[in-house]
């Protein structure tokens, strides 16, 4: 389990562009995203497996496409309960949220009829800062609950 990609962009409701890495603060998100501030959707992840289903008809797909923040491999996301601790480098995640209601003018779903992000895609709070780098390993720590 690990990151392929880490993406940001400065306004809401756009896509997201591949950066080299982002840096996450505790109970902001990540530093120059937009949608970093004190709320429950931080971070995104999705997983590349979930964008792959939608390859053949949009084979140039790039990361950041689903305005995702942390594009994943090797993990079901959608899968994980609310409330999941996630170790990504030294960085340290609650999943808040699994998927979201799709705009109805996400470019994505105009050409292909669909939107992964809406089933897979999952949101998440800081817990920890840090860096996160392509490459990092992703660890599941268990649940809110339990790490109390």
Not at 105 to 112: A, L, M, P, S, V
Not at 114 to 138: E, H, L, N, S, Y
Request: a neutral charge.
């Amino acid at each position: 389990m690990k990151v392929l990609a880490t993406c940001i962009s400065e306004k809401k409701g756009t896509k997201k562009r591949p950066v080299p890495s982002i840096t996450l603060e505790a109970n902001y998100g990540i530093l120059g995203d937009a949608h970093a501030g004190n709320w429950h959707r931080q971070v995104s992840l999705l997983p590349t497996e979930s964008v792959d289903t939608l390859r053949d008809k949009l084979p140039d797909l790039k990361p950041g496409d689903f305005a995702e923040n942390i594009l994943t491999e090797g993990i079901s996301l959608k899968d994980l309960p609310i409330g999941t601790i996630l170790q990504i480098g030294t960085t340290v995640l609650e999943i808040t949220q699994i998927g979201k209601k799709c705009h109805n003018d996400c470019e994505i779903k105009q050409i292909t009829g669909q939107c992964v992000m809406p089933t897979d895609g999952v949101f998440a709070k800081v817990i920890k800062g840090g860096v996160i780098r392509p490459g990092d390993t992703i660890t599941i720590r268990g649940t809110q609950h339990e790490a109390d």
